[in-house]
């Protein structure tokens, strides 16, 4: 019995997608629409260029690829084999040269790579595992001492549930239906909590809200529905 901490509901999910991830009008629209905001305040927070940059659960490399263009050297896993195929593939079309990836989890790699990369991501992941406290834990153990982490998630409450379900899935339908469970969305204090005890320091949070009628997004201080933590590694 595999006790690797992945849902394989949600590997189908994403997989049944993957040939879709970089047509920034499918469902994947809205990770193309927050990529530029959650690169910049990663960047201005630690500055990319010539860092060593882990993106954990990089789906079909949005992410990990932006970061690449700003000079990191990126590697990216997941445990969706079609998601990472896609990626690769985008990779080698588009001449990114300095971003990589793997069908490895972050608990197998903390094992192999323990304190290899200056920054970690992990974003719009940790509401899809079954134990989100292991991801966080293997992020810290990735991660350089004085290196940053950054998650991004969704709040849980009766706002997000309107909002990131209801709303996004239902009646936008920016998402496709079933792509969050309310029951897996995570408060700030609970991933907070996560990050303090794997020995993470919390050093900034953001929200990110959107404008069903403009179509856009923006960083705020409204961390209700979705939010951003920025975590370092005591040095």
């Known amino acids: 019995m595999s006790t690797v901490n992945v849902d394989p509901a949600e590997l189908a999910k994403f997989s049944e997608l993957a040939h879709r991830w970089w047509d920034p009008n499918s469902e994947f629209r809205p990770l193309h629409q927050i990529n530029p905001l959650r690169l910049e305040w990663i960047n201005d927070l630690a500055p990319l260029a010539g860092k060593q940059v882990l993106d954990v659960g990089c789906g079909g490399g949005i992410l990990a690829e932006a970061m690449a263009h700003k000079g990191a050297q990126v590697l990216g896993i997941d445990l969706a084999d079609k998601s990472l195929k896609v990626a690769q593939l985008h990779a080698l079309e588009t001449g990114v040269a300095n971003v990589q990836y793997r069908q490895v989890s972050a608990e197998a790699l903390a094992a192999e790579a323990p304190a290899r990369y200056d920054v970690v991501t992990c974003m719009e992941m940790l509401e899809h595992v079954p134990d989100p406290s292991s991801v966080v834990r293997a992020c810290a153990e990735l ?86 933590q920025a975590t370092r590694k005591s040095g």
């Open 143 to 228: 991660v350089k001492p004085g290196g940053w982490v950054f998650f991004s998630t969704i709040n849980r409450n009766p706002k997000s549930f309107l909002f990131a379900i209801v709303g996004a899935e239902y009646i936008l339908k920016l998402l496709p239906r079933g792509t969050h469970e309310y029951a897996k969305l995570i408060r700030p204090s609970e991933l907070a909590g996560y990050a303090r005890q794997a020995g993470l320091e919390l050093a900034h949070s953001k929200g990110m809200e959107y404008n069903p009628l403009t179509r856009r997004y923006w960083l705020s201080a409204d961390t209700s529905v979705n939010y951003l």
